[in-house]
């Protein structure tokens, strides 16, 4: 797996652009792309800006790891941030430029890069923010590093990260999903569909090196074609986190298709979505 391969998986698949009926289908309307896009993502994970309001943004200098449609990064400006923002996309930067522009949101930069060779620096920021972004970066050491880099020595590093202990990984992907692939591949539903992706997957693959949970994750949390991604508890994350010490951590968001478990009020222990905050470990400790 390479950096390529992701960012052009994700150039070519916006997060959550498919969710609303996609930018395209807009002809050119941002601004109500941005609107649905937006109250379908605080409306299914309202936990986030839950999370935000207890963020002290006011004043900092902050950096978002990541992108997508621009909706985290709107909220955290509208929470007093001084932010910038960073994604290896161009699709992501334009879509991001164009919402602060219609909003008239200030910023202190947008750019294209990657987190593996972040063009700031050192010791630029005193919030490093990443929403769902840094599971899918393989070379995850060098990220760390280069966030320790350009992070301030009293800054904090924010991220959510894929939870292993949830219900959605041990439950839903481990077990049902693969058993409904094994139905699926009986059955050959159309290929251009989610499930007849799975399968045309599975058939060019091998059924059961495509079931094994080593690739079967990847493909199991943002679509059937996504290169790359990987579930964390506490010890994996200090495992690839090396230069920063864990300060506090928790779950949100009970998800688990296809089962019914929104409801479950169980998001602390078996939540999808791993919050964790960490402070750098000073350069001389290191």
Known sequence: M???????????????????????????????????????????EAHILRCLDN????????????????????QIVKRGALWSGLDLTAESVARVQTRFSLRQL???????????????????????????VLHHVPDILSAQREIHRILKPDGELIVMLYAKWSLNYLISISIVRRLGLL?????????????????????????????????????NTDGPLNPYAKVYDLQEVEKDFPDFKIIRSYKQFMHAPPLPVQRLPLEQALGWHLWVHMLPIKSDSV
């Open 106 to 132: 200030p910023y202190q930069s947008i750019k294209r890069g990657s987190i593996l060779q972040a063009p700031f620096e050192d010791n630029s920021f005193d919030i490093v923010f990443s929403h769902g």
């Open 183 to 219: 139905a699926l591949y009986l059955m050959n539903p159309e290929s251009n569909s989610i499930y007849g992706q799975h399968v045309a997957n599975a058939r060019a693959m091998g059924l059961f090196r495509y079931l094994d949970m080593d690739n079967f994750i990847h493909r």
């Open 55 to 74: 963020i002290d943004f006011e004043g900092k200098q902050v950096l978002e790891i990541g992108l997508g449609q621009g909706a985290d990064s709107e």
């Open 2 to 44: 390479n950096e390529s391969d992701i960012q052009d998986f994700w150039n070519r698949n916006p997060c959550g652009d498919w969710q609303v009926g996609g930018l395209e289908q807009r002809r050119g309307d941002y601004e109500a792309f941005f609107t649905d896009y937006d109250k379908f993502r605080y409306t299914k």
